[in-house]
């Protein structure tokens, strides 16, 4: 089959977010400035960042704030070209979709006219537009490093920590690990199709076989969740998260959560 077909493109897509979730993993074991803090500052800490980025009104503390997570990335040797092909990109194409129409719908002053005057653009729109771009930008970007630093059975563990009740916590541990089976089972049918077909067929049969390779992908996937939550229950989860190594808050600990309050908190100020 040529590479271009649909069987090939859906396993190399299914291949490349198994590729995904293995470096976040190793960006998780590395040395860093948030992988040397508690997991509980991490998550309390990067979103009140988050917070701090959705009650700002102005561009430019957006801006600061988006600042401290490039350097936040840089020293928890995060690449920022990982951030780049995998945030950025992604977010500023379907957050500019959203944001476009405001340029010309929100009134105020003209900066541009078309059309004979029927259609402007207006210096609100493009603050409001860029405000809202800037705004999903950071605080995605706060997001991610949290995800990318901090395993996630130290994520739940650290939301159970603040009393986050056991059957959300079992949701999202069911889930994280369905993800994964499911993926891993979606690329093992498209690479037993492969290997089964012969030449290159028309589009019209590469689409049916998609749609029936689909079906059968479901059918299995409503198996595969009882099987998941079977499995978890036999090896002992119940709902509670637990670790090799338990969570100590040290002297470092409370120093990073003071900075990441203070800094989230002078944000919400002076972007009033």
Aim: proline residues 2%; aromatic residues 8%; charged residues 15%.
């Amino acid at each position: 089959m040529s590479r271009g077909t649909v069987v090939r493109s859906t396993v190399m897509g299914f291949a490349r977010a198994l590729a995904r979730a293995l470096i976040s993993e190793d960006i998780a074991r590395r040395r860093g400035l948030l992988q040397s803090l508690d997991p509980r500052v991490r998550l309390v800490g990067l979103f009140s960042l988050v917070l701090a980025v959705t009650l700002s009104r102005r561009l430019w503390v957006v801006g600061v704030l988006f600042v401290v997570a490039l350097a936040v990335a840089v020293l928890s040797n995060v690449s920022l070209a990982i951030l780049a092909k995998r945030v950025w990109l992604v977010v500023f194409v379907f957050t500019s979709a959203i944001a476009f129409p405001a340029i010309f719908l929100t009134p105020g002053t003209p900066v541009a006219t078309f059309a004979g005057g029927a259609v402007h653009i207006t210096e609100q729109g493009l603050t409001t537009s860029g405000l809202l771009i800037a705004r999903v930008e950071t605080a995605v970007t706060f997001t991610t490093l949290l995800i990318l630093c901090t395993a996630w059975a130290q994520v739940l563990k650290a939301l159970r920590s603040f009393r986050l009740p056991q059957e959300a916590i079992a949701m999202l541990a069911m889930t994280h690990r369905y993800i994964f089976l499911l993926t891993e089972t979606a690329t093992q049918v498209f690479e037993s199709r492969e290997s089964r077909t012969v030449g290159v067929l028309p589009a019209a049969e590469q689409r049916r076989i998609t749609a029936a390779t689909a079906g059968v992908l479901l059918s299995k996937s409503i198996d595969l969740s009882n099987d998941v939550y079977l499995a978890m229950q036999s090896r002992g989860f119940r709902g509670e998260i637990r670790t090799l190594s338990e969570f100590h808050m040290q002297s470092w600990d409370y120093v990073g959560l003071l900075a990441f309050l203070l800094a989230g908190g002078a944000a919400v100020w002076m972007g009033r």
